[in-house]
């Protein structure tokens, strides 16, 4: 029992240990992985007693590494003929020559001048004519290759003391002409202002065309760094920029700025010192200890500031001391002293790199956040740093540094951390817009429900004091007299007489319940908003049935109604209200036109409208009187040609409605000659059914659609949007997912069982909860991926939101 739960216990901590490792361990596959290609394509070759035979290589396929022993004479320029050296030693290249000994085991100082010799052995000639190269990388020091002899190329001015020599960073390829069956190679150096002095660095040989592919390569992926740098250290201060608790995203866009003049100045192409003259080359050496301090010191904020611990906070203040100290040397130090006292002080920064590490350790202990990223990250660098350092040190190995990439190894990470701190910082507001945006809308309503019931009250106040003190008051008053005089003379007026006062009252009553009708259409659509019954009908239809209703008010008047309707023509729209519209219009025509005359109604189509037109020959009507009559205030009616009374509400009446479906109502008169009446509706039968009980949003989102030719129909909740749904079969449907009573998800599967099979009609989701992005997921939980075309934000602006719903039903 006790060794199956060891075995279980080792089971689950070693699943554990490979899970917080992952990372790391990918990483380290990858670069090892990367460095055992390096063995396969780049063979080593060792040069033994200045003489290196690449006469089995392939230099078709490859270059070679001049690394290994070399003919050295040191403070000696030697003579590039002489062929037989007297005092020869020799040293091995690819490492500077004050870390090596000479035959008394004395180290060699870093400044001194020397001259390096060695005998390359060539493959055969064949019958092409082959030019071969040296690609020679920055030497920190001046020099001069001979080659055969004979002067090849320079670097600076080379000299036996500080005054006379004048340094140069820049990278050569040095072809080599009329070369045979070997190459007897002589450099110069002199070094009077670097630590690093001597063939430090790898000399590549092989055919002109290689050797210019090889700098083509690290040339371009200098540039891309440099770039890739940029862009990172711009990312990181914009993410400061949105969110400035973010104070590590500044911290790292300065990071990233010093490791791009780093990558300027010290990866192998030295790019910035080969754009430029040598006039520059110390400045530009300057720059690259000042981008060495930059990192140092805004990244080991970075690191100090995870552990959030008082000690480190101290160790910060050190660093600054530190790094403003190494930055004034690097700025005001002697040239011929700087390159020593820098490499003390970059030696002595290992200790605020371990510090550093301590701290992501402590940082990861107590769970801090993004502590694993940061952890790994600097434990790579680290063993990146060592394993440059050996790399460097033995040269012969074959392997070439890794250089910045330790560093890369540990700013990667921590820009991965800033942007998941972006990310939860949005989703955090993102969150917390949600909330307050379900808040606004509850408000909206509590707000919108008393304004609703004030302006309700509001409407009926002035439209019955409207009615009561004009119209409706006149002709129940004289109704009222004349049953007075028939009550006070019943008995001595004559049956004749009775029947013509009965008449007259009727007359009146018969005017008032007219009026009480328009007055109970203007309750329906005024009083409790736009509450239209949308339907799809024909305008024709309805029409005949209008004119037919008029036809014996126009008889009596010996008016003719003439009617041009050539078109077949279908409206989404109120049949009901529409109809009122149709009818009060043709109503004044017949009431204000001559005797004997002619009434004009026609339907066309022009554009995205359909005009009904109704003319008359009649009084007409001055620019005056039509301002009045399509403005707000209350007007008193004019009588008609019969003398026919009217509320005086007719027209209001018109607009309000034709205003709702956003239809148009123009008006041409002449005083003396008729009117002309040309009502303008959409055409459009694209229709959307919006259901959401947000009356702000709703009204918001209708405006925007409509605007885009769509007839918009509304409804404030599941079960209204129903009962509109038995009446017209919309192009799409819009619902919100949280309402009360029905929610849109009921609604989708209540209608999704009423439905006809025919009734195929597109549905979008909509709600403050939905994300900016990938709704999908919440669709296919819900069972609904089939049914619901899409599931939009409603934080979105109405005109995005009618562009994304417009852009699902391309």
């Known amino acids: 029992m006790i060794f199956t739960v060891s075995i279980s216990s080792i089971q689950k901590s070693f699943s554990t240990l490979v899970k917080f490792c992952r990372y790391p361990l990918i990483l380290v596959f990858a670069l090892l992985f990367s460095q055992s290609c390096h063995l396969d394509v780049s063979p080593t070759l060792l040069a033994k007693d200045g003489v290196l035979d690449v006469r089995m290589a392939n230099l078709s396929e490859d270059t070679v590494n001049l690394i290994g022993k070399w003919e050295f004479y040191w403070n000696e320029f030697l003579d590039p003929k002489q062929i037989s050296p007297t005092n020869i030693s020799y040293l091995s290249v690819g490492v500077p020559w004050f870390s090596q000994a000479n035959e008394d085991g004395v180290d060699y100082p870093s400044f001194g001048y020397a001259s390096y010799r060695l005998t390359i052995l060539l493959p055969p000639k064949t019958e092409e004519r082959e030019t071969y190269a040296l690609l020679i990388p920055v030497l920190h020091s001046a020099y001069k290759i001979y080659a055969n002899g004979k002067l090849v190329a320079e670097n600076g001015i080379i000299g036996k003391n500080d005054t006379t020599h004048k340094p140069s960073f820049h990278t050569k390829i040095i072809p080599l002409i009329d070369i045979n069956q070997k190459v007897d190679l002589?450099?110069?150096?002199?070094?009077?202002?670097?630590?690093?002095?001597?063939?430090?660095?790898?000399?590549?040989?092989?055919?002109?065309?290689?050797?210019?592919?090889?700098?083509?390569?690290?040339?371009?992926?200098?540039?891309?760094?440099?770039?890739?740098?940029?862009?990172?250290?711009?990312?990181?201060?914009?993410?400061?920029?949105?969110?400035?608790?973010?104070?590590?995203?500044?911290?790292?866009?300065?990071?990233?700025?010093?490791?791009?003049?780093?990558?300027?100045?010290?990866?192998?192409?030295?790019i910035l010192f080969n754009f430029l003259?040598?006039?520059?080359?110390?400045?530009?050496?300057?720059?690259?200890?000042?981008?060495?301090?930059?990192?140092?010191?805004?990244?080991?904020?970075?690191?100090?500031?995870?552990?959030?611990?008082?000690?480190?906070?101290?160790?910060?203040?050190?660093?600054?001391?530190?790094?403003?100290?190494?930055?004034?040397?690097?700025?005001?130090?002697?040239?011929?002293?700087?390159?020593?006292?820098?490499?003390?002080?970059?030696?002595?920064?290992?200790?605020?790199?371990?510090?550093?590490?301590?701290?992501?350790?402590?940082?990861?202990?107590?769970?801090?956040?993004?502590?694993?990223?940061?952890?790994?990250?600097?434990?790579?660098?680290?063993?990146?740093?060592?394993?440059?350092?050996?790399?460097?040190?033995?040269?012969?190995?074959?392997?070439?540094?890794?250089?910045?990439?330790?560093?890369?190894?540990?700013?990667?990470?921590?820009?991965?951390?800033?942007?998941?701190?972006?990310?939860?910082?949005?989703?955090?507001?993102?969150?917390?817009?949600?909330?307050?945006?379900?808040?606004?809308?509850?408000?909206?309503?509590?707000?919108?429900?008393?304004?609703?019931?004030?302006?309700?009250?509001?409407?009926?106040?002035?439209?019955?004091v409207s009615l009561i003190s004009h119209d409706l008051r006149s002709p129940l008053n004289s109704v009222n007299q004349i049953l007075d005089v028939i009550d006070f003379s019943f008995s001595e007026t004559s049956e004749e007489e009775k029947k013509k006062f009965l008449d007259i009252c009727k007359t009146g009553v018969t005017q008032s319940l007219k009026m009480l009708e328009q007055l109970l259409d203007v309750s329906r659509f005024d009083a409790f908003g736009t509450k239209l019954i949308q339907t799809k009908f024909s305008v024709n239809d309805l029409l005949n049935e209008i004119i037919e209703s008029v036809e014996p008010l126009a008889t009596l008047k010996g008016i003719r109604i003439q009617k041009d309707t050539p078109i077949e023509a279908e409206i989404i729209a109120d049949r009901t209200l529409i109809g009122e519209v149709f009818k009060n219009i043709l109503t004044n025509s017949i009431k204000y036109s001559y005797l004997n005359s002619e009434v004009w109604v026609g339907v066309s189509y022009k554009g995205k409208w359909l005009s009904v037109e109704i003319r008359d020959r009649g009084l007409g009507m001055s620019e005056e009187q039509i301002h009045k009559l399509t403005g707000e205030e209350n007007i008193k009616s004019t009588p008609g040609t019969a003398g026919e009374r009217g509320t005086g509400l007719g027209l209001q009446l018109c607009n309000n409605i034709l205003e709702a479906h956003f239809g148009k109502l123009r008006i041409k008169s002449v005083l003396g000659v008729g009117s002309s009446f040309e009502i303008s509706l959409s055409k459009s039968t694209k229709s959307v059914l919006l259901v959401d009980d947000s009356g702000n949003f709703r009204s918001d989102l209708a405006e925007v659609m409509r605007r885009n030719q769509w007839i918009v129909i509304e409804a404030g909740n599941g079960e209204e949007a129903l009962s509109h749904l038995a009446r017209i079969t919309p192009s799409l449907i819009i619902t919100d997912l949280h309402m009360p009573g029905m929610n849109g998800i009921s609604l989708i599967h209540e209608w999704e069982g009423r439905r006809n099979q025919n009734q195929k009609i597109p549905i979008i989701l909509i709600s403050s909860d939905a994300p900016l992005s990938g709704g999908n997921s919440f669709l296919e939980e819900e069972g609904l991926e089939t049914i619901v075309s899409a599931y939009f934000s409603k934080m979105y602006k109405a005109e995005d939101l009618c562009e994304q719903i417009e852009m699902i039903l391309m």
């Open 186 to 270: 002589v450099i110069h150096i002199s070094n009077f202002s670097h630590k690093y002095a001597g063939i430090h660095g790898i000399i590549r040989f092989g055919k002109l065309e290689k050797i210019i592919q090889v700098w083509n390569e690290y040339h371009s992926a200098t540039c891309i760094i440099l770039i890739f740098m940029g862009l990172l250290s711009i990312y990181h201060a914009l993410v400061y920029a949105i969110n400035r608790s973010e104070k590590n995203a500044l911290r790292m866009s300065f990071v990233y700025l010093g490791i791009l003049i780093l990558s300027a100045t010290l990866t192998e192409t030295r």
């Open 277 to 464: 003259s040598d006039d520059y080359c110390i400045p530009l050496f300057r720059l690259s200890r000042v981008g060495f301090v930059i990192v140092l010191y805004f990244g080991g904020s970075v690191l100090f500031s995870l552990a959030q611990m008082r000690i480190f906070k101290k160790m910060l203040v050190l660093l600054k001391i530190y790094s403003l100290t190494f930055l004034m040397v690097s700025l005001l130090t002697p040239i011929k002293h700087l390159a020593l006292v820098s490499y003390y002080f970059e030696f002595f920064s290992v200790i605020f790199v371990i510090l550093g590490l301590i701290s992501v350790s402590l940082a990861l202990y107590f769970q801090r956040k993004e502590s694993k990223l940061y952890f790994f990250s600097l434990l790579l660098a680290v063993i990146g740093g060592i394993i440059d350092v050996i790399l460097i040190s033995n040269p012969n190995l074959g392997f070439r540094p890794m250089g910045l990439i330790s560093l890369y190894l540990f700013i990667f990470p921590q820009t991965l951390g800033v942007t998941f701190g972006l990310i939860r910082v949005y989703k955090r507001s993102e969150s917390i817009s949600k909330e307050l945006y379900k808040r606004k809308e509850a408000l909206e309503k509590k707000v919108k429900a008393r304004t609703d019931e004030l302006e309700k009250a509001n409407r009926w106040k002035a439209n019955f």
